[in-house]
């Protein structure tokens, strides 16, 4: 116990190190805490995830919900109905890209249809527990911001529901049902959107009264848990229902109830206040600091045909990308905006979760499905860090991409 105490400590102090470093150098700290988690995990075998049961999916959870919501309240209402037209076309867009990439190389190193299938579309979502802290740091326009952190929190939807409609296929030998998948996604949205909206309308009115309370900081991430495990009980989606009730909360000014005003006039005191934020903010330090060591720490290296196939998608994914970047980037980015959302493929924990899946059931080649996703999270992440370190500092790499976007970076 005392080791453990120690380690956590020295990992707090090192993450605020790697902080300091990202805001500084542009080094991601993302990638510096992985790489401890695989020191720790896959190359010295101090620890291994399984030793965390359930407890470590309860906190990836966990996580993920409380860094979508902080990404959802610097949205505004404004740079929502300026980009979502942005943030549809590029999400759409770079979902179909990555799963023909997915499916291509996976079928090339040996994988069925089906299998490749299930690979593309697990790769489909792209990490918001990086993208959100990156974007915090990096000096990116808002639209930008919303764009890239709305397509994290809707391409992820679309990856859990086609790749479990997939893995469903496999295990009963049955073929795609086209409708049934469209109509979950539609519900899932549309629900979860709904009911993040009243919940948050229900929390805003009781705030001025919460706030009374002795040690009321931790209801309000209370209440996301409930938000999320309501609806995923349901079988909608519980990231949309938080992206939803943060975006609603973040934007009280906008919405002139009536029954609202019974319980607060003052429109402010129906948001969260600086110290609520700050809060909040604290939260997602310390728990993504855990996770990305946890993310670290799940990655295997034992099947250097997986690696070589994860490097080969993560290239391509790139590369597919730019040219995603170039023609759906919002209507007036500079092109430092434009090289940010080019490198943002990073994919996190839902891909990981969905592509063990297989293997879990012991379906045909399970193990590869997973090998081969695993290798994917850590080179894309890598590659993502890398780019974003070098667009800051490489006048050469600039030239590039200044000529590949065809206009002048607007400073």
């Known amino acids: 116990m005392g080791e453990t105490l120690v380690f956590l400590g020295l990992l707090v102090f090192a993450a605020h190190f790697f902080s300091m470093i990202f805001s500084k150098k542009k080094v991601s700290d993302v990638l510096l805490l992985m790489i401890i988690g695989i020191l720790m995990g896959p190359v010295l075998h101090l620890v291994s995830p399984k030793e965390f049961g359930n407890v470590g999916e309860v906190f990836t959870t966990i996580t993920l919900v409380v860094i979508l919501f902080e990404g959802a309240i610097d949205i505004s209402l404004t740079d929502l109905r300026r980009s ?70 809707l391409s992820d939807v679309i990856c859990l529901v086609t790749t479990l409609a997939l893995i469903d296929a496999a295990k009963l030998g049955e073929g795609l049902n086209i409708l049934k998948i469209t109509g979950s996604l ?26 009374k309370l002795r040690n009321s900081m931790f209801l ?112 007036g980015s500079n092109n430092f905006d434009k090289s940010i959302i080019a490198f943002m493929i990073p994919k996190g924990l839902a891909t990981a979760v969905l592509a063990s899946i297989p293997a879990q059931f012991d379906l045909p080649q399970g193990d590869t499905i997973r090998d081969i996703a695993f290798a994917v999270v850590f080179f894309s992440i890598l590659i993502c860090s890398l780019c974003v370190f070098l667009i800051e500092h490489v006048s050469f790499l600039q030239f590039i991409l200044h000529k590949f976007w065809g206009k002048k970076k607007k400073d």
């Open 186 to 211: 539609i519900s899932s949205f549309v629900v979860a959107i709904i009911v993040g909206f009243l919940s948050a309308l229900v929390w805003a009115s009781l705030l001025e009264k919460i706030r």
């Open 84 to 153: 979502w037209k942005t943030t549809v076309r590029l999400t759409v867009i770079n979902v179909v890209c990555t799963i023909g990439v997915g499916v291509f190389v996976s079928n090339i190193f040996g994988l069925t249809l089906i299998n490749s299938l299930i690979v593309g579309c697990a790769l489909s979502g792209t990490a918001a527990a990086v993208v959100i802290p990156m974007t915090n740091y990096l000096k990116i326009g808002s639209e930008t911001k919303t764009a890239l952190v709305l397509e994290s929190a």
């Open 220 to 331: 309000t991430p209370a209440y996301l848990f409930l938000i999320y495990g309501i609806v995923e009980l349901m079988g909608f989606s519980g990231a949309i229902a938080v992206l939803s009730f943060g975006i609603t909360i973040a934007n009280m000014e906008y919405f002139h109830f009536r029954i609202l005003q019974r319980f607060q006039r003052n429109k402010e005191m129906l948001k969260l206040n600086e110290h609520e934020e700050s809060f909040i903010s604290e939260i997602v330090f310390f728990l993504k600091t855990l996770f990305f060591v946890y993310i670290g720490l799940s990655i295997t290296f034992d099947n250097l045909t997986s690696l070589l196939a994860g490097v080969v998608i993560s290239l391509l994914l790139l590369i597919a990308r730019l040219a995603v970047a170039k023609f759906c980037s919002p209507k």
